[in-house]
């Protein structure tokens, strides 16, 4: 009965999976969003829709590196098992709240004896990715404020409020990050996570000089899928400078990673964040709705779709 088991528990996941990518377009405002599409491709965009497509695979390669890299100390996998382990990742996140389930996905086409290892690994490279995000969003912060010169909020107490709450969030994660080795060796004392791990120790040892790789992909990955955003930006209809588009991208990814959501909607709150910040600078609302929208689909739509098929293959090197 188990081949049975696990053969529906994949269909199920795949269907799920497409199901959830139905769900999302149709509650977009797909119509406009495409109308959009069609008027900036036909006025000579589609060479950079070409940059921005052909962007996507490099955001991937550099996770499918950064994730290779994080297990390298206690295994070791090809660089396409490490692909198709990130996309299952993918899957798996967009089907629960805030991408919780994603270290989870990863780790389903690990090898079972390094699984333990390999979910603490998988939550550094999260924490890693984050703190980046968070890092580049208080820069923009200081460029909205000081060059901009515009008002995140309407009190100057809430922009020292908010500065603070982002420098901490930074140091809490470069501690966690840092000292990886020491939070899961306590974490596996607990009773029922050491009953889980079944003798698998979660002590893995990075060296610093791991550390710094990774927090040099994720900061790599970062540039890249913040200038698809601003290249889609620009194509569909905001002439800003391109580093103050820089800043807005920033803010909205900082704001939309502190808001608890779940995948369907996290669309929704990045565009509506993009909005606002975007719209000061003069950005028409549907362009920016749809370039957040295709932004979506080709960074996180299609490899949901394809990576559900991953976990019928399990192939590690």
């Known amino acids: 009965m188990r081949r049975p088991i696990q053969i529906g528990l994949r269909v199920a996941i795949a269907v799920a999976a497409y199901a959830f990518i139905a769900v999302k377009i149709g509650s977009s405002d797909i119509v406009k969003s495409l109308d959009a599409f069609t008027d900036t491709f036909f006025t000579g965009n589609y060479l950079w829709f070409l940059v921005v497509l052909l962007l996507m695979p490099v955001v991937w390669a550099l996770e499918a590196v950064k994730w290779r890299k994080a297990l390298s100390p206690f295994t070791d996998i090809s660089f396409l098992s490490s692909w198709r382990s990130v996309w299952y990742g993918v899957v798996a996140g967009q089907l629960t709240p805030n991408r919780i389930g994603e270290p989870v996905g990863r780790i389903a086409l690990i090898d079972p004896d390094v699984r333990g290892r390999a979910a603490v690994a998988a939550i550094w490279c999260s924490l890693s990715q984050n703190a980046i995000t968070v890092l580049f969003g208080f820069i923009s912060v200081a460029w909205w404020v000081l060059a901009v010169k ?12 908010l500065i603070l709450i982002v420098l901490l969030w930074v140091l809490a994660v470069l501690i966690a990050i840092t000292n990886v080795g020491r939070i899961s060796s306590r974490i596996e004392r ?8 079944k003798g698998e120790s979660l002590r893995i040892g990075y060296q610093p000089s791991i550390s710094i790789y990774i927090i040099a992909i994720s900061a790599l990955r970062y540039a890249v899928f913040s200038s698809q955003y601003v290249i889609l930006l620009r194509i569909f209809g905001t002439h800003a400078d391109a580093i103050n588009i820089y800043a807005a991208v920033g803010l909205t990814y900082l704001f939309s990673s502190f808001i608890p959501s779940f995948s369907a909607s996290e669309v929704g709150i990045r565009a509506g964040f993009a909005t606002w910040f975007v719209g000061m600078l003069g950005g028409d609302p549907v362009g920016v709705a749809a370039a957040s929208l295709l932004l979506w689909l080709l960074n996180l739509g299609v490899p949901a779709m394809i990576g559900a098929w991953f976990g019928w293959r399990k192939e590690d090197a």
């Open 150 to 161: 515009q008002a995140i909020f309407s009190q100057a107490i809430y922009f020292w409020l």
């Open 190 to 197: 607990i009773g029922w996570v050491k009953s889980a791990l």
